[in-house]
């Protein structure tokens, strides 16, 4: 009978320790980084299925130490002042204490990998990509304050680097697709950190930042949003017509609801939290519908 009660005992511990591990990976996937260096890693990964560009194990790793360093310095930097608007991510990185150094140690190997298996041409444009993102927080980013939605630019350019990536790191001729490509990543992106700014705009505000939500308000910033929700919907129908990119890739059509679910919950209450994760899990979601809408296309014709 007691030892009963201990298995029970122990079943519930196991259970517990399960619970609280999967909190932990949870919250470090949010607010350490990985989320955004995962969905870059996506927008690869959907480069590869739409131009048939086989990747390697390396570039996948490049590109996630690339955008984890870039993010996870960003959130560090603004760890303190985001106590207002982003409470939940300034707790964990303070009180984890989340060193700079561990910024260093992985650009060290992002380096030290890029020397290793890619072209001297290859880590230049890698290292440009790293410096230009870490230099974001303390110098791109007050540009802002003379030059409206730059940020918003800036950080959607570097997004829509990545779908050319591919073609660039295997030394593959560009071709407009892939250009088009890269130009629905650039308005998705757009769209995603305008939507990022809606949670800021009290603090961007005080800080003088000429972001769309801070100089349109809170009456016309929601029209902006779903007006480039439905441009990015004809954007892609428009490059599948013409040819550019191939008919599979409409697949990523219920993206577009999925937006305007995300986007309605912050027009409601702009301190959702859980409106940005989703927001912020949409670029992951890219390559796998894209992956799904290749496969579905590649089983009919057989």
């Given amino acids: 009978m007691i030892s009963d009660v201990h298995a029970v005992g122990s079943i519930f511990g196991f259970k517990n320790d399960i619970l609280v591990l999967m909190k932990i990976l949870w919250r470090e996937l949010v607010f350490g980084g990985h989320l955004f260096a995962i969905g870059s890693v996506s927008v690869v990964m959907a480069c590869s299925i739409v131009f048939m560009i086989p990747v390697s194990w390396d570039i ?11 993010y996870l310095y960003d959130y560090l930097q603004g760890a303190s002042s985001d106590e207002a608007t982003n409470s939940s991510r300034a707790k964990y990185l303070l009180c984890k204490n989340k060193s700079k150094c561990t910024v260093i140690i992985t650009s060290l190997v992002l380096f030290t990998i890029m020397m290793i298996f890619t072209s001297l041409t290859i880590t230049a444009i890698g290292m440009s990509i790293l410096i230009l993102g870490l230099l974001y927080g303390s110098h791109f980013k007050k540009l802002t304050k003379k030059i409206p939605a730059f940020k918003n630019v800036f950080v959607s350019v570097v997004w829509a680097f990545m779908a050319i990536f591919a073609f660039i790191y295997y030394s593959v ?10 130009l629905f990543v650039f308005i998705r992106m757009m769209n995603i ?33 779903r007006l480039i929700n ?7 129908l428009a490059c599948v017509v013409k040819g550019l990119l191939p008919a599979f890739t409409l697949a990523i059509t219920p993206m577009f609801y999925y937006a305007v679910s995300y986007i309605n919950r912050v027009i409601k209450s702009r301190n959702e939290y859980t409106s940005y994760i989703f927001a912020a899990f949409e ?9 799904a809408g290749k496969y579905v296309t590649m089983l009919s014709v057989f």
């Fill in 230 to 236: 439905i441009v990015s919907i004809i954007f892609m």
């Fill in 193 to 225: 950190q305008i939507l990022f700014d809606v949670r800021d705009m009290e603090g961007d505000r005080k800080d003088g930042l000429l972001t769309v939500p801070v100089i349109l308000g809170d009456k016309k910033y929601p029209f902006i949003l």
């Fill in 283 to 291: 670029p992951i979601m890219w390559s796998v519908f894209i992956f």
């Fill in 173 to 182: 001729p560009i071709t407009y697709g892939a250009i088009m490509l890269a």
């Fill in 60 to 70: 996948l790793f490049v590109t996630y130490l690339l955008f984890y360093a870039i």
